[in-house]
């Protein structure tokens, strides 16, 4: 069902579909699992499953997540290795690159509602993004100067900006 983007899946179940999660939850959330090792939509149901059912949970998720699609990739690769030269199939393969590529670009939209709450508003968010289209899509930059070099400066520009806004929770009641 999710065969190279199962993260729209994901975010339609947890938070339109069961309500388990906000719109903004489920983006820190994948925040979050991104920046842990492993497939990101893992993590997140790592997370979710620990939140609501313990280590159980946790368990019961990330096995959800790796034994199934596991079979299904084992399957998939003896199947593609016998058939790979026949042009069906290779056009098959082609297409499922753009299908992904279309669910990514989905998945964006859908969570542009949260990033109303962004600590670096509207104007320096979409820098951001522009950034790494750029420097992925336009000047072919490997992926990991793009992380470290882009993401470290929006982490940077979040962390000020988040220092500077004040927070009701680090104020002092009044007497």
């Given at each position: 069902m999710g065969f190279g983007g199962v993260l729209p899946i994901a975010q339609r179940e947890l938070v339109e579909r069961l309500g388990w999660l906000?719109?903004?939850?489920?983006?820190?959330?994948?925040?979050?699992?991104?920046?842990?090792p492993g497939?990101?939509?893992?993590?997140?149901?790592?997370?979710?499953g620990d939140r609501y059912f313990g280590l159980r949970g946790a368990l019961a998720a990330m096995t959800g997540m790796l034994l199934m699609p596991l079979v299904l990739v084992l399957v998939a690769a003896a199947l593609y290795q016998q058939f790979a030269a026949h042009p069906a199939v290779a056009g098959a393969v082609r297409g499922m690159g753009a299908v992904s590529a279309g669910l990514v670009m989905a998945i964006a939209l859908k969570l542009l509602p949260a990033l109303r709450r962004s600590p670096l508003g509207r104007a320096r968010w979409m820098l951001v993004t522009l950034a790494v289209v750029l420097a992925t899509g336009w000047w072919r930059w490997p992926l990991v100067l793009v992380i470290a070099l882009v993401g470290g400066v929006s982490c940077a520009m979040a962390w000020r900006f988040l220092g500077a806004r004040p927070v009701a929770s680090r104020q002092e009641p009044s007497p």
């Open positions: 906000t719109v903004e939850e489920f983006a820190e959330l994948l925040s979050i699992g991104q920046v842990l497939p990101n939509v893992v993590n997140l149901s790592l997370m979710v």
